[in-house]
Each structure stands twice: as structure tokens, then as C-alpha cells.
């Protein structure tokens, strides 16, 4: 089973709709969570931390379920500049390994 | 404040041809990753140092890849002899300190292709 799996898309949604999307990580012991937003050809940017009590960025909330063991990210009023590979990030903690990185799912905001 | 730099951009060799990238991270951050993203894929962690002591390379194919940091600075990553599975992105990454709960801000990259 592979540590971080995200679906890759891509998530087609009309401007100003709602998209929501899960990222599954494999090790319960997993310590933080983020998410990262990649533009085509560009380094990847710190989108959001994940919290345990989830949190919200204007039009961005990431959720954490521990017990199902999976995050997500919600985009309310979708902009064209959204338009982006969202990448879930897991570290799974005690100093190993560094943190793991999903494939990432690519969204595209259509007009 | 400047960003973490990378060169060259791009390059292009043949392989079994050695090939070399440098990284300069933002200054006073004790922490530089490196990672590797293949088209289609997340990034994948090399090596991290702690200033000039590696801290993880257990994803480093040894073989061929090797990193330095030695003044705890400027790192160079070098593949010798290159294959043609390397060719892919590389990511340089720095954070204040070792702790992964901290923001890593991430070079342009260097995309390498192997012929």
C-alpha cells in the first residue's frame, strides 16, 4: 500500500463551484500533515497546515481524521487561479523518513 | 528576502555522463533537502542536512547520487554515471530548523533529462 495516495484527477469544476478532495495516508503515527500547491512547471508552495481540530484559510479548509486516517481540502468559490496540482503532505514523525509527498491531483477551474 | 536558488535551470546529457546542481537556501536556515520529481509524481526526499550533517539519506541511491553541504550553506548534488530513470525535477528545499512541522520553501528546480 503506498504511504500517501491521493486521487489524480483532474477534477474538472465550473468557476465558483465547491470542490472538496481526500489524500489516505498509510502510517497511523503520522505526527503533521499539509497540504502544498504545485502550478504547472513551478516548485511546489505551502498551501495549509492540516490541524487535528481543522482549520480554515478564507476559502480553503483542511480537515484531519485520524481515525479513517485521511485529510482533505476544501475550496469554496473556485477561482481560476486555482487551477493547480494540490499535493498532500504527511511527516510521519520520530525523525524518519522526512516528509512523504502524494502525486498530487490536478484541478482546473473552467470559466 | 531572496528565495532559495538553484542552477542550472536546465541541462541535458547523455548517460552514464556525470551531472552536477547546486543549491544555495535561504539564508539562516539551517536545514537544505533535496528531492527528486519524476513527471507524474509527488517529490521524493534525497538527503536533508542539518547545517553541514546529514541528517536522512536513506532514500539516496548511493550508487550513483552523492550530496555535500560543506559549510553548512551552498549544497551540490552530483549523479555519476546518469541513467535514463534520473531524468526528472530537482527540488532543493530549506527550513529555519530540523523540524518538519516548519515551513520548507522550495527552489525553481532543475530539470534534468537524460538522453
Known amino acids: 500500500r503506498k504511504e500517501v495516495e491521493q486521487d489524480p484527477g483532474p477534477f474538472n469544476v465550473p468557476e465558483g463551484a465547491t470542490v472538496a478532495f481526500n489524500c489516505t495516508y498509510s502510517n497511523s503515527a503520522s505526527q503533521s500533515f499539509f497540504w502544498y500547491r504545485q502550478d504547472c512547471r513551478k516548485e511546489p508552495k505551502l498551501l495549509m497546515s492540516?490541524?487535528?481540530s481543522g482549520n480554515e484559510d478564507g476559502r480553503f479548509t483542511a480537515q484531519l481524521n485520524r481515525a479513517s486516517q485521511y485529510i482533505s481540502l476544501l475550496i469554496r468559490d473556485s477561482k481560476l487561479s486555482d487551477s493547480a496540482t494540490y499535493l498532500c503532505v504527511v511527516d510521519p514523525g520520530g525523525g524518519a523518513d522526512g516528509l512523504t509527498f502524494g502525486k498530487g491531483t490536478h484541478l482546473i477551474i473552467q470559466p | 528576502e531572496a528565495g532559495v536558488a538553484q542552477s542550472p535551470r536546465y541541462k541535458i546529457i547523455e548517460k552514464r555522463q556525470s551531472v552536477a546542481f547546486w543549491c544555495n537556501p535561504i539564508s539562516g536556515h539551517a536545514t537544505l533537502y533535496w528531492y527528486q520529481q519524476i513527471l507524474g509524481q509527488g517529490p521524493k526526499l534525497l538527503i536533508q542536512?542539518?547545517?553541514?550533517?546529514?541528517?536522512?539519506d536513506s532514500q539516496l541511491p548511493k550508487d550513483r547520487f552523492s550530496a555535500e553541504r560543506l559549510k553548512g550553506v551552498d549544497s551540490t548534488l552530483k549523479i555519476q554515471p546518469a541513467k535514463l530513470e534520473d531524468s526528472a525535477v530537482y527540488l532543493c528545499?530549506?527550513?529555519?530548523?530540523?523540524?518538519?512541522?516548519?515551513?520548507?520553501?522550495f527552489g525553481p528546480g532543475t530539470r534534468l533529462l537524460v538522453l
Open positions: 542536512f542539518q547545517n553541514n550533517g546529514v541528517v536522512d
Open positions: 528545499a530549506s527550513s529555519l530548523g530540523g523540524d518538519f512541522q516548519e515551513t520548507q520553501y
Open positions: 492540516v490541524y487535528s
